[in-house]
């Protein structure tokens, strides 16, 4: 079956980087885009960007360019999301997400808590 | 950016009785290949979301047929024909058309 495991959580100072990884099992990983959401704590859902397995293409939201980067490792069907010179309203939950093909999110991990402070 | 807006933000429903959720992007969602890409999620207590309806009115696999979506354009309505109390929960709208996709704030459904 389909499985999306993500990293255990992390605790962060202010300024840091953190990379928090997404495994893949029960389907072809070249085949479906990986999207990243976060989720501060009682807020909503906001998306951050997106990979291509495939080709390692990538789309990021405007507001993370320049302190995000995600990345894939075909060998292990995983990705990574790297956020850098975090600030303490990054504290969040981070999910990955696959992508059915038309940008619906149709497995998604466990979540993974990154706290800054 | 494209903006999300839902409403009502607060739902208290009766176990048997019907709701509906409301969503309203900024601009349309009209694909040129005739598909409205809004997409609906429910995240219950202490999970991660799950997809109820992707494309406007498509079910995702194993969710129930009380759960419809309908609408085109700027308009769109999450329907529940007969609440049971494991629907509770936050619902959210996401537009899929265009990055960077964008999320409603949410619609908190609770049993009475």
């Known amino acids: 079956q389909v499985q999306l495991v993500q990293s255990g959580a992390e605790v962060k100072k202010p300024g840091a980087s953190v990379k928090v990884s997404c495994k893949t099992s029960?389907?072809?990983?070249?085949?479906?885009?990986i999207h990243w959401v976060r989720q501060a704590p009682g807020q909503g859902l906001e998306w951050m960007g997106w990979i291509n397995p495939n080709s390692g293409g990538v789309m990021y939201a405007p507001k993370f360019q320049g302190r995000i980067t995600i990345t894939r490792d075909m060998y292990i069907s995983a990705a990574y999301m790297e956020l850098r010179r975090l600030r303490y309203d990054d504290t969040a939950i981070y999910y990955c997400?696959?992508?059915?093909?038309?940008?619906?999110?149709?497995?998604w991990g466990q979540g993974t808590l990154v706290s800054v402070s | 950016d494209i903006v999300m807006t839902q409403s009502p933000l607060s739902l208290p429903v009766t176990p048997g009785e019907p709701a509906s959720i409301s969503c309203r992007s900024s601009?349309?969602?009209?694909?040129?290949?005739?598909?409205?890409?809004l997409d609906w999620y429910l995240q219950k207590p202490g999970q991660s979301p799950q997809l109820l309806i992707y494309l406007t009115s498509n079910r995702a696999s194993g969710v129930p047929d009380r759960f419809s979506g309908s609408g085109s354009g700027t308009d769109f309505t999450l329907e529940i024909s007969r609440v049971e109390a494991e629907d509770v929960g936050v619902y959210y709208c996401m537009q899929a058309l265009e990055t960077p996709y964008s999320f409603g704030q949410g619609t908190k459904l609770e049993i009475k």
């Open positions: 997400a696959r992508d059915m093909f038309t940008g619906d999110l149709d497995y």
């Open positions: 601009q349309s969602l009209l694909h040129t290949n005739g598909n409205n890409y």
């Open positions: 029960g389907y072809t990983f070249s085949g479906y885009y």
